[in-house]
């Protein structure tokens, strides 16, 4: 009896000193305990304040750049078949395109022979399996997405546009953020993102919304030279732009520089999705600023195969539609390179942290936007704390004066029940929101229920004429199973709020369950615990208060 009460005082001490480490850590002084417990219980939105933000994913990018790697797959085996046409380009999109556009998108191939119908019909079918070939007339053909194949590209769009983002906020820092599809159909393709302490929403918008799509690029042989605008590139090239070409704008490098416009190619050699890292520095010359970046196994053999055959030309790299940078080849490049020229370290920081992140796979439009200020924080954690203080303090009274010194353990698990909720909360390094709260005062409720429960069992045992020790044990023991029924079901139901619920309704859950589990150890363990202690020096016969 005393071995057993000895180890049940250990478990319950360091699991009260693991506890408080996980609350106020190990402080030197009132500052840093202050710090502490600001770091480790980290609030929500609704309690400390910042951005939230619903995002509409332009899925329609997604079909686009599926629909040119398309083409360029089917241009690339088109050669080696000897298989030509006049033009191959992306067809469906009006200007400015919508998400309604991407069930339009569609590849629109011209001029094929009718000779070679036969050996295109079977190199569609092999290049572009997930595509359905449509004959437009004897040399035309257009190529478009099976049902099937574009719902789950626009699906991928969406997720792949839910990791990018969190890449990118928990690359930059934000703690406790939530990025999530917005509503349950998700046909509108809108995700929603809470950012807690981040009250400029305009730059949260353009730290998590850049598309950040990466392309390098050749430059036309011809016209390697900038032009001054676009009419003049026009002008120059006889009013058509060469077939698979288009004039970008290049960034202007300082303050009123003059506009300066390339020719390159539409298909780049690499993409940001080739990028395996990237990181910024310090340039050849001083106040220059450039992102080395590294690239994947695959896309390393590309840019190797292609700069081995252009050497001396000259390359283009495009960041969201504008020309960062524009290099001479001077000898085969194969796995790495340098994105030279850029204006800042803060440009150079930020593109290192968009390739290492990852690029959107579609652009990211604002649907809507909203600031919650720290004053509704304020406010919302004051009413909180004393709405959970009133509770608190009235179930103390209540179970003093109606179970007497007995009260005083219901009283002492209580407490530690709080605290092993605040440390599990500060362990799983999760926010706590109001919808928290409530689960914290909701889970002070049950606590009290199952003290109730036992110390009504044991009433029941001594009124029988039991001894005090063998009241306590069965009363413990026949309150065991109702405890865990009551608990289980409880769980059960929190687990499907975690399932279809949005995120507050997700907080309340995720608290009230991780307080349902504490309860379970404080309620019977360290209650009988301390039932044991105290009737450990007195003899049976000896009266209980409770």
């Known amino acids: 009896m005393q071995k057993n009460l000895k180890t049940r005082l250990v478990i319950i001490v360091v699991t009260i000193l693991l506890c408080v480490i996980g609350i106020i850590g190990i402080p030197t002084s009132k500052a840093d305990l202050v710090a502490n417990v600001k770091n480790h219980i980290r609030l929500g939105l609704d309690l400390k304040g910042g951005s939230h933000l619903v995002m509409e994913v332009q899925v329609e990018d997604a079909i686009k750049g599926d629909a040119l790697q398309t083409i360029e797959r089917l241009q690339q085996a088109a050669v080696k078949q000897g298989i ?11 200007e400015p395109p919508t998400v309604d556009d991407a069930d339009k998108v569609n590849i629109l191939i011209k001029g094929i022979n009718p000779n070679k119908a036969s050996d295109f019909r079977s190199l569609a079918s092999t290049e572009a399996p997930t595509y359905i070939l449509y004959s437009l007339n004897a040399t035309d053909y257009s190529l478009k997405l099976t049902p099937s194949d574009l719902n789950e590209l626009k699906k991928q769009a969406v997720q792949g546009a839910i990791d990018t983002i969190s890449n990118r906020i928990n690359d930059m820092g934000v703690a406790e953020t939530s990025v999530q599809q917005y509503g349950q159909s998700g046909a509108d393709y809108q995700i929603l993102i809470e950012l807690p302490g981040i009250d400029d929403s305009a730059h949260a918008k353009e730290l998590i919304g850049t598309t950040a799509v990466l392309q390098i690029t050749g430059v036309d042989k011809q016209h390697d030279t900038p032009f001054s605008s676009r009419d003049d590139a026009l002008a120059k090239l006889g009013g058509i732009l060469p077939l698979n070409e288009m004039l970008v704008k290049a960034k202007p490098r300082v303050r ?16 940001g999705r080739d990028m395996r890292s990237a990181r910024a520095g310090q340039g050849d010359t001083p106040r220059t600023w450039q992102t080395s970046f590294t690239l994947s196994q695959d896309g ?13 030309d000259k390359l283009a790299v495009i960041l969201d539609n504008d020309i960062v940078s524009v290099a001479t080849i001077n000898e085969r490049i194969e796995d790495s390179g340098r994105i030279m020229g850029l204006g800042s370290q803060e ?15 579609a652009r990211v439009t604002t649907a809507f936007e909203n600031t919650v200020g720290p004053s509704l924080g304020a406010d919302s954690i004051h009413q909180g704390i004393v709405a959970g203080v009133a509770g608190l303090l009235a179930v103390i009274v209540v179970m003093l004066v109606y179970y007497k010194r007995s009260g005083v353990n219901a009283v002492l698990a209580l407490f530690l029940n709080t605290v092993i909720l605040l440390a599990a909360i500060a362990y799983l390094h999760a926010a706590l929101t109001l919808p928290g709260i409530a689960g914290v005062i909701l889970t002070i409720g049950m606590a009290v229920d199952s003290n109730v429960l036992i110390f009504e069992r044991i009433r029941e045992e001594l009124r029988t004429g039991k001894g005090t020790f063998a009241a306590v044990d069965t009363g413990f023991n026949k309150a065991w199973w109702t405890i865990v029924d009551t608990h289980v079901t409880t769980v059960v139901s929190c687990a499907f709020l975690f399932l279809f619920g949005e995120g507050p309704v997700r907080g309340f859950a995720v608290t009230l369950t991780i307080g349902l589990i504490a309860n379970v150890f404080t309620a019977v363990f360290v209650s009988r615990t301390i039932f044991n202690w105290e009737l450990s020096g007195r003899r049976g016969t000896e009266p209980l208060s409770i």
């Open 84 to 94: 030509v046409w006049n033009s191959a380009e992306v067809a469906g999109l009006s």
């Open 256 to 271: 009123g520089q003059a506009d300066e416009w390339y020719l390159v190619n539409k298909i780049p050699v690499i993409t």
């Open 300 to 312: 390393g053999r590309k840019f190797a195969r292609f700069t081995g055959d252009h050497v001396g």
């Open 347 to 361: 440009e150079a920081s930020d593109l290192s942290h968009y390739l290492r992140s990852g690029s959107l796979p």
